[in-house]
Every structure is written in structure tokens, then in C-alpha cells.
């Protein structure tokens, strides 16, 4: 044997060593679905060396051991919200009727917030309306403004805000704005960023990427924040998908305009948001919020609701918004009805929908008709086939790109937030969402299901049997990649 021959034995070898090594550790890794297991093992035996270096990558939910201990370290500074002055008054308001408390059961697993009581809200017109709402409440503000987005661009409606910080803190109101590295790039290396420095907003970038290679071997570059927190002098608080953005959404205008919504909440839950941000900004800033969550809670209102946040994301339990979402699916007795832009299940969640339909429930989604991502908008498409066959209604929004995500059920219950039903929010992304029962408020967010459906053009089996086998080929080989997420 020539030592040339030898040496590419031994670098074969060498190499399927490695594929084997990483092959073991697909298996291996915990909170895998078997279909995303041999995925991936698929993908690393039958690639070589690039099916390593993908999973590497891609492969396994990895923040980076530095950003996953200062995220942990951050919730555990964070004092009790029972230490609250003032929670007593709070805990006596906070019960759930019986047919809906194992909902929150499952909503308080997740970070410890229990469902809390006398809670108001108010559903804004529209994306410039709610925009419009907080810049009002942060004229108004006196004490602090905390805000987090994912995407914050430099537009109208993102300027407007900008400018709006600018003033708050300059009357002497402490200001606190956090933005995604990747979401919101553009607004962090602009001269606005640092315009709103220089007058003394309190900044701070959440997962900033910084030099891509360096990044790529700490952890995940996609796992982001994809939270939209607004809470202002610890009293008012924004829940929903709205981005600070304009609805024409210059990134991807094409799609325009963007149809988002966004309820602004009063009462302790509140609190409960001001935990959420304070854990995102204190895994970032050196800087201890306590004192901040322990000031004294304004007695709550005693014609207010029930609500609880939930906060998800990659250093929480693994497969907690999967199980929110599907415990509502279950929980639905009369009609369910949900809106979302984006829809890649795990099997699970594709059951429990086919289910609820099946046992009566009335299921009703909307997706809208012209996604911004196509590979996302040609796997929903490869779920409607089951899900008519079910019973469950599709429908496509066609007046512009439906990215309102909200579920209501029995005219009770509602979850509205940042969560999409897809593998990102599931296990990589930070994600924020609030669950409230109250009559009042699920029928005004039903008012708006329906006015998105007035848009809407229904898709029938029929409709679907009838598309291309090169389509439907397509379709189904693009949702194939989803386990591999």
C-alpha cells in the first residue's frame, strides 16, 4: 500500500468516524420528536461532511452556555411576585371557573405565573391605532417606559416612537429599549439608535449576533426574541403581534399591509409582563430591576378578568407553547377559532385540531393567502388536505399578510400574543402571549376573527384535491424539512 492510498483510507475512515460521532449525537439529544431524530440522521449519513456541519449549525437548540446562564441567572434574581406589596389583594380576585382552570394550570407550569385577577383591556382600531395608543401612553408616562421588539424599523410609525422616547426621557422618565440583533439590525445601526442614547434612553441589543463565525460556534444564530413587550410606569402593559412598523412593512412590502393586533391591558398582570421584559433586559444589562417589581401594585378593579402571561423560549421547558396550544385545542367544547400567519404543527398539534373538529367542536383557522415565506406557506398547505377532511374550516385572508395571532375559544377564552403554531416559536424562539377568560373582551377579539374572515376566501377539499401533483409534491416535500428544524 503507496502512502498516498494509506492516507485516504485513513481520511475515509476518519470521516466516517465523524459521521457516526454526530449521527449518535442526533440520537442522543434530548426533546426530539423520532421523525426530527432520523431526519436528521438522514440528512447527516447522506450529506457528506455539509450534513455535519448542518447540524452543527442547525442541529440542536444551543443559546451558547454563556447567554443560557445569564438568562437562568436573570429569572433567578428575580424576586417572587407574591412579595409584592399590595398581591394579597390581588390573589383574592384571581379565580378561574372550573371548566377553564386546567387551561391555566398548564399557562402557570411554564413560568410560575399564576392566573391573577381584576384585569382591563381594550382591543386597538387597527396597527397605526395601536401604535398611536402607546406613544399616547408614553407622553403620558411618569415614572418608567420599557419596550421590546423583534422588529423595530426605521418607518413612520418607527420613528414616532423613536421620537417619543426621546421626549419621555428627556422630562426625566427612565426609558428602557430593547431590540432583537437580527430583527431589528437595521434600527440598531442607525443614527436613530444612537440619537435615542444620546438623550438618555437606556438601550440594550437581545442576542446581538456580532461576528457571524464567532457566533455560529457559541450557538444558533436563528434563535431569536421574537417578543413585543410594552409596559409603561408599571401600570399599563401592550400584548399582541404588532412590531413597531408601519402596515406597508418597507422590508417586505410586497405583502402589504401587514394585519397585526394588540390589546392594552391594566391590572396586576401588568406585573407579570414587567417580569418577563426584566428577565430579557437583565440577561443582557448588568443592572437588577427588584426594586422596579417590588414597588407597591394599585388595588386591582373588581369588575376586571382573569389573566396570565406566558413566556417561552429556548431556556424555558422544552415544549411549552406546543402544550399551551394544544391544551386550548382540547379544552374547546363549542367553537374554536384561531388566526395565524405562519402553521408548520408537530403531529400532536395537527391531531388535536382534526380532533376538535371531529367530537363537534366548530374549528375555524385563517392563514393568509400570500405568506412572506414560501417555504413556511407551501408546508401549512400540505396540512389542509387532513384538516378538511376533519371538518375544520380553512379560510385564506386576502387582504394583505394576516400576521395577527389569535386563538378564541367557547367565547371565553382568549390567547393573543407573539406565537406563531410553528416549530420556530415552539423550540427556538422567545415568545410572550397572554391567556385571559372574559366574556367581554374573547367577543371583541371574536369581532375582529370575523371581520379578518369577511377578507377571506374559503379553502374546500374539492378546492384542494384538484391542485397539481407537482404542487402537492412540492408541498409535502418542503413540510418533510420541518422535523429537521
Not at 452543527?56 to 438568562?71: M, P
Not at 411618569?142 to 422588529?151: A, N, Q
Not at 402571549?433 to 377578507?455: G, V, W
Not at 374546500?460 to 418533510?480: C, K
Request: charged share 20%; with cysteine; net charge neutral.
Amino acid at each position: 500500500m503507496n502512502e498516498s492510498h494509506f492516507f485516504t483510507l485513513l481520511w475515509t475512515g476518519l470521516i466516517f468516524v465523524l459521521h457516526l460521532a454526530v449521527a449518535a449525537r442526533a440520537v442522543l439529544r434530548p426533546h426530539r420528536e423520532p421523525a426530527s431524530r432520523m431526519a436528521w440522521i438522514v440528512v447527516i449519513l447522506s450529506v457528506p461532511l455539509l450534513g455535519v456541519i448542518a447540524y452543527l449549525l442547525l442541529g440542536e437548540t444551543n443559546i451558547g452556555k454563556r447567554r443560557a446562564h445569564a438568562a437562568l441567572q436573570a429569572i433567578a434574581q428575580i424576586p417572587p411576585i407574591t412579595e409584592t406589596p399590595g398581591w394579597d389583594a390581588v390573589a383574592a380576585l384571581s379565580s378561574v371557573p372550573d371548566d377553564y382552570d386546567h387551561l391555566f394550570r398548564v399557562g402557570h407550569s411554564v413560568n410560575g405565573f399564576a392566573p391573577v385577577g381584576g384585569n382591563l383591556a381594550t382591543l386597538t382600531k387597527d396597527s397605526d391605532a395601536a401604535i398611536d395608543a402607546i406613544i399616547a401612553d408614553i407622553d403620558a408616562a411618569t415614572s418608567t417606559v420599557h419596550l421590546l421588539y423583534y422588529i423595530w424599523l426605521a418607518d413612520h410609525n418607527g420613528l414616532k416612537m423613536v421620537e417619543a422616547l426621546r421626549r419621555a426621557a428627556s422630562r426625566g422618565v427612565t426609558c428602557r429599549a430593547m431590540a432583537d440583533g437580527l430583527g431589528s439590525r437595521a434600527m440598531i445601526d442607525s443614527p436613530h439608535w444612537q440619537s435615542m442614547k444620546e438623550a438618555g434612553v437606556h438601550l440594550a441589543v437581545a442576542l446581538p449576533i456580532g461576528n457571524l463565525f464567532v457566533r455560529a460556534l457559541k450557538g444558533r444564530i436563528d434563535l431569536r426574541n421574537h417578543r413585543k413587550i410594552t409596559v409603561i410606569d408599571n401600570r399599563i402593559t401592550y400584548c399582541g403581534s404588532q412590531n413597531c412598523a408601519d402596515p406597508a412593512f418597507l422590508v417586505k412590502a410586497r405583502y402589504a399591509p401587514w394585519v397585526d393586533i394588540l390589546l392594552r391591558f391594566e391590572g396586576p398582570i401588568v406585573r407579570q409582563n414587567q417580569r418577563l421584559f426584566a428577565a430579557d433586559w437583565m440577561a443582557e444589562v448588568d443592572e437588577d430591576l427588584s426594586d422596579l417589581l417590588l414597588a407597591p401594585i394599585d388595588p386591582p378593579s373588581s369588575h376586571g378578568f382573569p389573566a396570565q402571561v406566558i413566556g417561552t423560549g429556548p431556556t424555558i421547558r422544552n415544549s411549552a407553547m406546543p402544550e399551551v396550544f394544544e391544551s386550548l385545542i382540547y379544552g374547546a367544547r363549542k367553537h374554536l377559532f384561531i388566526t395565524t400567519p405562519y402553521y408548520v404543527p408537530d403531529e400532536s398539534m395537527q391531531e388535536a385540531l382534526c380532533a376538535c373538529a371531529r367530537r363537534g367542536v366548530e374549528t375555524t383557522i385563517i392563514f393568509p393567502a400570500r405568506n412572506d415565506s414560501f417555504v413556511v406557506g407551501a408546508a401549512s398547505r400540505s396540512y389542509y388536505r387532513d384538516l378538511l377532511e376533519a371538518g375544520v374550516r380553512i379560510h385564506e385572508y386576502h387582504g394583505g399578510l394576516l400576521h395577527a395571532k389569535t386563538l378564541t375559544l367557547d367565547g371565553e377564552v382568549t390567547l393573543i400574543g407573539s406565537a406563531n403554531m410553528d416549530r420556530r416559536s415552539f423550540d427556538l424562539n422567545y415568545e410572550n402571549n397572554i391567556l385571559l377568560h372574559d366574556p367581554s373582551t374573547t367577543a371583541a377579539l371574536r369581532a375582529r376573527q370575523e371581520a379578518f374572515l369577511a377578507e377571506s376566501r374559503p379553502v374546500t377539499l374539492e378546492a384542494v384535491n384538484t391542485w397539481p401533483i407537482g404542487i402537492r409534491f412540492r408541498n409535502n416535500l418542503i413540510a418533510m424539512i420541518g422535523p429537521v428544524l
